[in-house]
């Protein structure tokens, strides 16, 4: 764990360096935020704190993907016109908002403003609120969601989860589908805007309320606690404000990844009684050190009867058929890659297997999440990565697939907790 900024393409001059340590030290230290956030690991992939200077990347283009949700980007240099042209790049675009406009800053020696040896400098610090560049098109996420300030919340910012605009879906589906009629795609974006985005939306917001009524106390922090939400006339939820899993934490291990996912889901499962459907590693966050899961949009209650429903039926029945999850079961199922019947029989259904069916695959692979390069350790040659590969194949392809020894995340953690053993007996051996 070293100190120093951000990896720089090249040598700051000294005075620079000198201005950048001055706002680390005057502006920085001693805020919570940096005290928790500002270290650096070595070679970051990701980063809660960007520096530049001149001549360094100055543009929101530049330092997105660099910067963890939430993150800041400060810029010092020493010409005042210089650092606001450079803010104009930040302010309100580009998924940023402006945390503190240009300000001056000056260099102390021993604390102290020396004239000739204090350097005067200005600087700026701006804060990355969304989750894509605007423009980008992406498939990883469907809402519009992004940071909001609300002064007393951690770190002084909410999540907010909106029903993205009528243009924004409309926009996507034409990018997707550029064969599909406009009239086609106009009709089915206002479908989704009006109808089943404003249904999921709300059936989270209730969701999220269970969980914290019937999670374990010590596990409530682990899923998105609702702050507030405003309805529309017909009394569906549009926007959704929720606490920030801000991402963070100690390093941990691919194992106690793994474990503290299937630990999760295991009381997910029986204590909150509710199948969450979309365990993608996007919809994981590591706060705290802690394996967290978030987005209940499309997650049922344990005995849920959908079929009261006919719009939720034909949702759900939809939705088992398109989503990644299930399309991935599937193919894994006819190609013989999964023989265990527990799971092959819930293929198309609602059902916890499709939860620790994907958390198997998902234990293996925790990078697919860009963010989480530096918050667990995977060594694919390691005995650790090589014995979770295994379980996963065993859950699988167990031997007897009829009467499969892994049937719930409860199984999977006992499987985890087995190899936990086996890695330290061997350690213990090594030693
Ligand atoms: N409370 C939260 N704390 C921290 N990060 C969050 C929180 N809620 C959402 N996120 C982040 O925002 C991303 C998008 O939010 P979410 O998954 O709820 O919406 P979505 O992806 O648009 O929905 P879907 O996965 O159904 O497409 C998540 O992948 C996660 O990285
Ligand atoms: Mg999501």
Same mark, same amino acid.
């Given at each position: 764990?070293?100190?120093?900024?951000? %990896?720089? #393409?090249?040598?700051r001059?000294?005075?620079?360096?000198?201005?950048?340590?001055?706002?680390?030290?005057?502006?920085?230290?001693?805020?919570?935020?940096?005290?928790?956030?500002?270290?650096?690991?070595d070679?970051?992939?990701?980063?809660?704190?960007?520096f530049?200077?001149p001549?360094?990347?100055? #543009? %929101?283009?530049?330092?997105?993907?660099?910067? /963890?949700?939430g993150?800041?980007?400060?810029?010092?240099?020493?010409?005042?016109?210089?650092?606001?042209?450079?803010?104009?790049?930040f302010?309100?675009?580009?998924?940023f908002v402006?945390?503190?406009?240009?300000?001056?800053?000056?260099?102390?020696?021993?604390?102290?403003w020396?004239?000739?040896?204090? +350097? +005067?400098g200005?600087?700026?610090?701006?804060?990355?609120?969304?989750?894509?560049? &605007?423009?980008?098109?992406?498939?990883?996420?469907?809402?519009?969601?992004q940071?909001?300030?609300? &002064?007393?919340?951690?770190y002084?910012?909410?999540v907010? +989860? $909106?029903?993205?605009?009528?243009?924004?879906?409309?926009?996507?589906?034409?990018?997707?589908?550029?064969?599909?009629?406009?009239? !086609?795609?106009?009709?089915?974006?206002?479908?989704?805007?009006?109808?089943?985005? &404003?249904?999921?939306? #709300?059936? $989270?917001?209730?969701?999220?309320?269970?969980?914290?009524r019937?999670? %374990?106390?010590?596990y409530?922090?682990?899923?998105p606690?609702?702050?507030?939400?405003?309805?529309?006339?017909?009394?569906?939820?549009?926007?959704?404000?929720?606490?920030?899993?801000?991402?963070?934490?100690?390093?941990?291990?691919q194992?106690?990844?793994? *474990?503290?996912?299937?630990?999760?889901?295991?009381?997910? /499962?029986?204590?909150?009684?509710?199948? /969450?459907?979309?365990?993608?590693?996007?919809?994981?966050?590591?706060?705290?050190?802690?394996?967290?899961?978030?987005d209940?949009?499309?997650?049922?209650?344990?005995?849920?009867?959908?079929?009261?429903?006919?719009?939720?039926?034909?949702?759900?029945?939809?939705?088992?058929?398109?989503s990644?999850?299930?399309?991935?079961?599937?193919?894994w199922?006819?190609?013989?890659?999964? !023989?265990?019947?527990?799971?092959?029989? *819930?293929?198309?259904?609602?059902?916890k297997?499709?939860?620790?069916?994907?958390?198997?695959?998902q234990m293996?692979?925790?990078?697919?999440?860009?963010?989480?390069?530096?918050?667990?350790?995977?060594d694919? #040659?390691?005995?650790?990565?090589?014995q979770?590969?295994?379980?996963?194949?065993?859950?699988?392809?167990? +031997?007897?697939?009829?009467?499969p020894?892994?049937?719930?995340?409860?199984d999977?953690? $006992?499987?985890?907790?087995?190899? $936990?053993k086996?890695?330290?007996?061997?350690?213990?051996?090594?030693?």
């Amino acid at each position: 764990m070293s100190s120093t900024p951000n %990896p720089q #393409t090249r040598p700051r001059s000294v005075a620079l360096a000198r201005l950048v340590r001055a706002v680390q030290q005057q502006i920085l230290r001693g805020t919570l935020e940096y005290e928790q956030f500002g270290q650096v690991p070595d070679k970051p992939h990701m980063q809660n704190y960007w520096f530049s200077t001149p001549g360094e990347p100055d #543009t %929101p283009q530049e330092v997105f993907d660099h910067l /963890h949700w939430g993150g800041q980007f400060v810029y010092v240099c020493t010409d005042q016109v210089q650092a606001q042209q450079v803010a104009a790049n930040f302010h309100d675009q580009g998924g940023f908002v402006m945390e503190r406009s240009v300000q001056r800053i000056v260099t102390r020696v021993a604390g102290l403003w020396l004239p000739g040896f204090s +350097k +005067k400098g200005y600087f700026f610090i701006a804060r990355k609120l969304l989750l894509v560049l &605007p423009g980008q098109m992406t498939d990883r996420f469907t809402y519009h969601v992004q940071l909001v300030r609300n &002064p007393q919340a951690d770190y002084g910012y909410v999540v907010y +989860k $909106e029903v993205p605009t009528l243009d924004n879906v409309a926009w996507r589906l034409r990018e997707k589908h550029p064969d599909i009629p406009e009239e !086609t795609i106009v009709k089915r974006a206002r479908k989704l805007v009006e109808n089943v985005f &404003p249904i999921f939306l #709300t059936r $989270e917001t209730a969701i999220l309320n269970i969980l914290q009524r019937d999670l %374990p106390k010590s596990y409530r922090h682990r899923v998105p606690k609702v702050i507030g939400y405003e309805k529309d006339d017909r009394g569906f939820v549009r926007r959704l404000y929720l606490n920030w899993l801000r991402l963070g934490g100690e390093t941990m291990s691919q194992i106690e990844f793994a *474990k503290q996912t299937a630990d999760l889901l295991r009381v997910l /499962h029986n204590d909150g009684g509710v199948i /969450h459907l979309d365990l993608r590693l996007d919809n994981f966050v590591i706060s705290n050190g802690e394996v967290s899961f978030v987005d209940f949009g499309s997650a049922v209650r344990d005995g849920e009867d959908l079929s009261q429903s006919p719009m939720l039926t034909s949702l759900f029945e939809e939705m088992m058929r398109t989503s990644q999850i299930q399309r991935l079961l599937g193919k894994w199922a006819n190609s013989g890659r999964i !023989t265990n019947k527990v799971i092959r029989e *819930k293929f198309q259904h609602v059902d916890k297997a499709i939860d620790f069916f994907y958390m198997a695959v998902q234990m293996n692979r925790p990078h697919h999440n860009p963010e989480f390069q530096d918050l667990v350790h995977c060594d694919k #040659t390691s005995l650790e990565a090589e014995q979770i590969s295994a379980l996963t194949a065993s859950i699988l392809r167990p +031997k007897d697939p009829d009467n499969p020894a892994f049937q719930s995340a409860a199984d999977i953690l $006992e499987g985890i907790h087995q190899i $936990e053993k086996f890695l330290v007996s061997q350690e213990d051996q090594a030693a």
